[in-house]
């Protein structure tokens, strides 16, 4: 499961900078990532939907802590006022890893029952 996520983070990472691709890569990057990453998660014991929340909740925590660090750095490098700082940390830090999260978990969710079907 582990190794499918960090696939899936891969994904999501490269599809941001690259030009004219970003504007469809950062929305649709999570699905992406987890319609491929879930290929490399190897339990196939449980349900469809059960693997895909695991997947989806893993690809949470990793968007979380990734954009825990990267609020952190730019709340401490740059002069920020006290609104801005909190439409950072509640929308960047509160929301991103919730759709993020679930945006893979769909993708996931799509490609295991695309595989039994």
Known sequence: MVKGVLISF?????????P???????????FIGGYYGISAAS????????????FALWTAILMLLALVITVAIVDS??????????IIWVGGV???PFYYG???G???WYAELKGKG
């Open 10 to 18: 891969g994904i999501i990472l490269i599809l941001i900078p690259i």
């Open 102 to 104: 679930s945006m893979a």
């Open 77 to 86: 490098v740059s002069d920020l006022s006290d609104k801005l700082r909190i």
């Open 43 to 54: 339990d196939s014991t449980t349900s469809a939907g059960r693997k895909a929340l695991v």
């Open 106 to 108: 769909l993708g996931a």
């Open 20 to 30: 004219i691709v970003h504007i469809v890569g950062i929305p649709f990057g999570p």
């Open 94 to 96: 509160g929301v991103l």
